[in-house]
């Protein structure tokens, strides 16, 4: 009797998680924890690419996936780390471009 009420509940069908929801999030963090080096850059960009294909399937049917939030929680993430990362890198390269110009400048 239980079991048929939880299939009358969700309609008789199961919702699939959608595909590297969990990689998408993990990718997310990790590039803003290292979004200070070089690798978070990499990550964010990483996480951006394959978040691709979740979100267009969930776009496609939105109501037969589950697991978007985190989807869109690690989209964000990557999108915040990416960004963070090129400003480190730009600055990085601005450091060095000052300081090889001080060091040429002084010989």
Known sequence: MENNTL??????????????????????ILSIVFSCFFV????????????GKGRKMYRANPSGYDGYGALNAGYIMSIIG?????????????LVVIIGGTAFSLM
């Open 82 to 94: 990416t960004i963070i990362g090129s400003l480190y890198t730009l600055y990085y390269i601005i």
């Open 7 to 28: 299939d009358n509940n969700l309609g008789g069908q199961q919702k699939q998680s959608l595909p590297n929801s969990t990689a998408t999030l993990v990718m997310g």
């Open 40 to 51: 978070g850059l990499i990550l964010g960009i990483i996480g951006l690419s394959i978040s």
